[in-house]
């Protein structure tokens, strides 16, 4: 009887979860790379890779044809947003469950994703479409500022920025069409209202809300994540508000299967939405979830994967929290430490440092800005936060400046 396998498109920050879920699951995880040497999750061992076109549709459908003569493939999915139309058609193609490709589209699109969801009547900001600085100037006047700039297409934050005045407008406009910004499709910038509130993201598998955190972010003009707290501090009318809002943005997108993840900002209008992403948040929330309700939403996700049923009932119901360790100027990490002693304080369930030491740093205001996390867990959340702050307190690093040149 062939061995059972689960193919894993491109790498992304959950992807050790995926694999290690599917091993729980008796599945041997196979991972289509275009490159391996990206993905340090590697070293972890029982991986098999393959390197494949992952922008390839064919090669895709060849590679897993090929392997299909070895395995029995149970499903194909992906972590990463920017493959995830294409796991759809591969999915779709070898007639296994998986997401609408199209709607997926349709929602990595942000210009697209704001016209549906405005149709629908979803609350969302004043939003504009510009392809020059001439558009972007004029959408701002018509908004009013502070706007917010962000490529129509991009995840992570990349490119996004607020522009509180004039200057601000015309220096983000020049950087994002000027050459220096990395286009995932043809450059279209997304102008937009700035929402004033408190930040809060659903987690959603299927039609089914999860949970909802809430977070804030470094100092503007950028959105740099800074910390998240699982689950959010809600009554239970504003709980039932967002959750409500995030159903009907699902049906305006055509989403409802599989993780997505929907963020807000709770204005004085309500729960206005931010952004809707067709996949999980990026980690470590999913083990934010697993620690604050006992779901694991990778496992469940692979489920849905394979065809069998997920089970998202609560388990219990404690806080976990994370604070992201931003750097805090460019230059050269000399050191970074407290690791251990941090970890070793009851509470803490990870501590994880992305970068080494002799690291040059280059802060560009979006989450590769972020050097690593510390997650606490307990079932209050003022113990929590106590926890939390005390493993960040024995987290210390140097970074010295880069040389001027001249000097």
């Known amino acids: 009887m062939a061995t059972r396998a689960l193919i894993l498109v491109e790498g992304a920050s959950n992807m050790l979860r995926y694999v290690q879920a599917a091993q729980r699951l008796a599945l041997h995880p196979i991972t289509l790379l275009a490159d391996p040497a990206k993905y340090d999750y590697l070293a972890a061992g029982g991986i098999e890779v393959v390197r494949v076109d992952t922008d390839n549709l064919d090669a895709l459908i060849h590679e897993c044809s090929r392997l299909l003569a070895t395995y029995d493939i149970a499903g194909i999915t992906s972590a990463q947003e920017s493959v995830y139309a294409t796991v759809g058609k591969l999915c779709r193609y070898f007639d296994l469950p998986g ?153 305006a997108l055509g989403l409802g299967w599989g993780p997505t993840c929907i963020e807000f900002r709770w204005t004085e209008l309500g729960p206005v939405v931010i952004e809707v992403n067709p996949r999980l948040a990026g980690a470590p929330t999913p083990q934010m979830v697993e620690l604050a309700y006992g779901i694991d939403p990778v496992t469940e996700h692979i489920k849905l994967v394979i065809g069998e049923e997920c089970n998202l009932r609560r388990r219990h119901t404690h806080t976990a929290a994370v604070r992201h360790l931003i750097a805090d100027r460019d230059g050269t990490l000399d050191w970074i430490d407290g690791h251990s002693q941090a970890a070793a304080i009851p509470g803490v369930a990870e501590v994880k440092f992305y970068i080494e030491p002799k690291t040059p740093i280059v802060r560009k205001g979006d989450y590769r800005d972020c050097m690593g996390y510390v997650v606490a867990t307990s079932p209050s959340l003022t113990e929590t936060e106590a926890i939390l702050q005390r493993a960040v307190d024995l987290i210390d690093w140097s970074i010295t400046p880069f040389p001027i040149l001249g000097e």
């Open 99 to 251: 997401p609408n490709p199209e709607s997926i589209e349709r929602c990595c699109d942000k210009f697209a994703q704001r016209q549906l969801l405005a149709e629908a009547g979803v609350p969302i900001p004043a939003y504009r479409v510009a392809a020059n600085a001439t558009d972007v100037e004029r959408s701002a006047a018509e908004i009013g500022l502070p706007v917010i700039l962000k490529p129509a297409v991009g995840i992570g934050s990349m490119g996004v920025r607020l522009c509180r005045n004039v200057d601000e407008l015309a220096e983000h406009t020049t950087y994002l069409l000027g050459g220096k910004h990395i286009w995932a499709s043809s450059p279209r910038i997304l102008v937009e209202e700035f929402a004033r509130g408190l930040y809060y993201c659903a987690d959603i598998m299927g039609d089914e809300v999860i949970g909802i955190f809430t977070g804030d972010f470094g100092s503007p003009p950028h959105f740099v994540y800074r910390e998240f707290t699982y689950p959010a501090s809600l009554r239970d009318d504003e709980h039932k508000h967002i959750a409500d809002v995030s159903l009907n943005c699902l049906q």
